[in-house]
């Protein structure tokens, strides 16, 4: 690494940290908080708080609704400053919708409801917004959540979860934007594949291309029973709006940024970095025997790069759990896989680093960001007689990666930019 002796892993870890400092949502907001002063904020999703507070300090004293999960509300600080004054915060459910998630969307209708025409609302959306907003229509909150959670099991991606969801909300699907005779821009932080503004946070505020027919068509895909829901979709019903004549929205990060970041400070470093790809998707056993196959690529025949490298990769895995699931999410389930899959080959993890690790800092059932893999880490394992194919059958790479002091751990971070994979091949 250009004759460095920094230690490769915490040279990951620099680059991630790095990486979720370059994309703050103060960052990305600031060239766009310019213009006429809007009569209402709405923030909604794991960036929320931040990004009101940007808002704010360009916006001092609009009227705001802070829509934020448990656990990460603004602190004591924050709340008592002049510029957080008449700021409603409401602490809602993730990823399954809760009784604060139904508050909020109650909230959120009424409130931009009551604007009148010629006002303004700036609406300001991050990943997670789907269940911290919500209005059930045509089921039950009970209804609901038991579907949110077959869906999160099944392997459905966020694209057809959010199929699913709009179709039973009164404000997503763009009609809280529906709802309101006021002029609605809305500023979105991505943590969607290809950043499509209707599927983030479910689209609240845009018109949505997606019918009732299509939400039947995921339920059908997974063989989900789903009674309630089905019947509401054939129960003609108005389907959500596919034209907003007075909201604008647009995409100010999303996980590009952070891969550049990432790169930018990897360069710094003396590493040679190659960005595999913003769009991956798919199980995240598959997306690590891919890139197990790039590893040995590298090492093998110095393709598509010569060592020493650095490959990055961005995008959202998914995982299929079973009814006897342990603990775990998608980054640490990629980081045991591509463990397992490197384990059999002649080169194993010698010379290999591997960060992976979701923005939001928090990985599925975990209390981690993801993980940290070292050349070492599979003769640890033997050494404290860990099955990493057992733990892989079971879902259950938290213990596993935990018992070897592999785990990343950030806390909720304040963004929500999609995940990202950092293999560095000394």
Known sequence: MGGRTADPAEVLRGAFLSALDAVSPARLLAPHLGGPRPDFILA??????????AALEAHAGVPTLVVTPHGTAPASQDSASEAWSGVEVIAAG?????????????????????????????????????????????VTLAQKQALTGELLRCGADITQIN???????????????????????TLVLSDVVGDPLDMIASGPTV???????????????YGLAAPEARAFFL??????????P????????????????????LTAQGVPTLILGDTFTGEARALAAFHASVIRSVQEHGTPAPRPVALLSGGEATVTLGPDAGRGGRNLEFALALLTELAGTPAGLRGVHVLSAGSDGVDGSSDAAGAVLHPDSLDRA????LDPRGSLRRHDAHPFLDALGDLLRTGPT?????DVRAVLIE
């Open 44 to 53: 909604v999703g794991k960036a929320s708080v931040p990004m009101a507070r």
């Open 94 to 138: 993730h990823p399954v919708p809760d009784g604060g998630s139904v508050r909020a969307g109650r909230a959120a209708l009424e409130r931009l409801g009551s604007l009148r025409a010629g006002q303004r609302a700036l609406v300001l959306l991050s990943g997670g917004g789907s269940a911290l907003l919500c209005a059930p229509r045509g």
């Open 163 to 185: 199929t699913v969801r709009k179709h039973l909300s009164a404000v997503k699907g763009g009609r809280l934007a529906q709802a309101t005779r006021a002029g609605v821009r």
């Open 207 to 221: 018109p949505d291309p997606t019918t009732f027919a299509d939400a039947l068509a995921v339920l059908d895909r």
């Open 235 to 244: 129960s003609g019903a108005p389907d959500t709006p596919d034209t907003l």
């Open 246 to 265: 007075d909201s604008a929205a647009t995409v100010i990060g999303g996980n590009r940024h952070l891969l550049d970041a990432a790169r930018a400070y």
């Open 382 to 385: 033997r050494a404290l007689g």
């Open 414 to 418: 304040g963004h929500n930019v999609g």
